[in-house]
C-alpha cells in the first residue's frame, strides 16, 4: 500500500504553481516530462569515442509527407472513401460513375486490347504459308513424276 508521504501534494519546485509528489522529485507532471527531456539530451550528447565513431547508425533518409488528399469523384465530387473506382485514365469515380460511357473517359480500350494481343499472341502466318508451299510444291513434283 501506499504511504501517506508518497502521496502528500507539494507545490512544484518547477515554481509553476501546480502540485508535485515525491515520486516526481517534488516536480508536477508537467515539468517532471520536461526534465526527464532535459536530462536525455543531456545524455545524448556525450563525447564521441573510438567505439562510437566506429558503430555509428545509418541514417534514413527522410521520407516527404505528402498533403493528405481527400478521395473524391472526378465527376460529382462524391466523397468515396475506401469503395473508390481507380479508371485506366487515372482518375476516381464513386460506383455511379465508375463505367467508361459515365465519365466520357478519354482512355482507347480497344487499342490497349490490340497492343495486348499482339504481345500476348505472336503471329505464325510465315511458318503455316511455307509450309503449304512445300507441301503443294511435294504435291505438284509426286504428280510430274507418275
Not at 550528447?45 to 505528402?66: D, N
Not at 459515365?102 to 486490347?113: L, N, T, V
Request: aromatic residues 6%; contains cysteine; hydrophobic residues 25%.
Amino acid at each position: 500500500m501506499m504511504n501517506v508521504n508518497e502521496t502528500e501534494a507539494l507545490p512544484c519546485e518547477g515554481g509553476c504553481g501546480l502540485y508535485g509528489t515525491r515520486k516526481n522529485n517534488n516536480l508536477c507532471s508537467l515539468c517532471y516530462k520536461q526534465s526527464v527531456l532535459r536530462h536525455s539530451t543531456a545524455l545524448s550528447f556525450e563525447p564521441e569515442t573510438e567505439q562510437s565513431q566506429c558503430c555509428l547508425p545509418t541514417s534514413s533518409p527522410v521520407a516527404e509527407e505528402e498533403p493528405v488528399r481527400k478521395r473524391r469523384c472526378g465527376i460529382c465530387k462524391r466523397k468515396v472513401g475506401m469503395l473508390g473506382f481507380n479508371c485506366r485514365c487515372g482518375h476516381m469515380f464513386c460506383g455511379s460513375h465508375r463505367y467508361p460511357e459515365e465519365h466520357s473517359c478519354p482512355f482507347d480500350y480497344k487499342q490497349s486490347g490490340r497492343v495486348a494481343l499482339t504481345t500476348q499472341l505472336p503471329l505464325n502466318r510465315a511458318d503455316k504459308l511455307q509450309r503449304f508451299l512445300i507441301q503443294k510444291l511435294n504435291n505438284l513434283t509426286n504428280e510430274i513424276e507418275r
